[in-house]
């Protein structure tokens, strides 16, 4: 059974960093292009980021272009999120998805079709 587990979440200030981590146990998700997406309270589901198998492209939801970085490593079976310039409107519980059709971007920007979810970690940021 695959499982995803987040961590890294927490209390910070507007302006501060964080770094979400998200680890898979049970397969091998090299082969898998993953993900971040967030709920924030009274919202929708949202996409953040993803990046493809081989971290050789990745795409960015605009409203945090230029300021968080998505990467992996696949010997770790982990995806990481690097969270910059954070603002009181990224507080929500971001999730880490993987998706076996590598970097379907529809699939993502719809948050439709991911193959595995986590549990999620929560971000709340404090103006």
């Known amino acids: 059974q695959v499982q995803l587990v987040e961590s890294g979440g927490g209390l910070v200030q507007a302006g501060g960093s964080l770094r979400l981590s998200c680890a898979g146990s049970?397969?091998?998700?090299?082969?898998?292009?993953m993900g971040w997406f967030r709920q924030a309270p009274g919202q929708e589901r949202a996409f953040v980021a993803v990046i493809r198998w081989s971290g050789t492209a990745t795409d960015y939801a605009d409203s945090v272009k230029g300021r968080f970085i998505i990467s992996r490593d696949n010997a770790k079976n982990t995806v990481y999120l690097q969270m910059n310039s954070l603002k009181p409107e990224d507080t929500a519980v971001y999730y880490c998805?993987?998706?076996?059709?590598?970097?379907?971007?529809?699939?993502?920007?719809?948050?439709?079709?991911?193959?595995?979810w986590g549990k999620g970690t929560l971000v709340t940021v404090s103006s």
């Open positions: 049970g397969r091998t998700l090299s082969r898998h292009a």
């Open positions: 998805a993987a998706d076996a059709e590598d970097y379907q971007l529809g699939h993502w920007r719809a948050g439709i079709g991911m193959d595995y």
